[in-house]
């Protein structure tokens, strides 16, 4: 008998409070980064928004916001 049919077996035989406890207490056991949400992509974020950009648009982006920043002389 695998350990994953020992488990069931035991939790069957419980009332159902009691598996209800059993599955609760599961749930402290996974790890939280399973319980995350899935990270979503940017287009996805705006697909309902009708945003169109290219990668000319970010780098151009990219250059204004960092124009003035100070850059490091070797």
Do not use: C, H, Y
């Not at 939280?32 to 309902?48: C, E, I, N, T």
Request: proline share 7%; hydrophobic share 45%.
């Amino acid at each position: 008998m695998s350990l994953e049919q020992a488990i069931l077996d035991k939790v069957r035989q419980l009332p159902p409070d009691k598996q209800q406890a059993v599955l609760e207490f599961a749930d402290t056991l996974m790890p939280a980064a399973a319980k995350r949400m899935p990270l979503r992509s940017p287009k996805g974020l705006w697909a309902d928004l009708d945003i169109s950009l290219s990668e000319a648009d970010i780098r151009e982006a990219r250059r204004e916001v960092w124009k003035n920043f100070a850059r490091d002389e070797f």
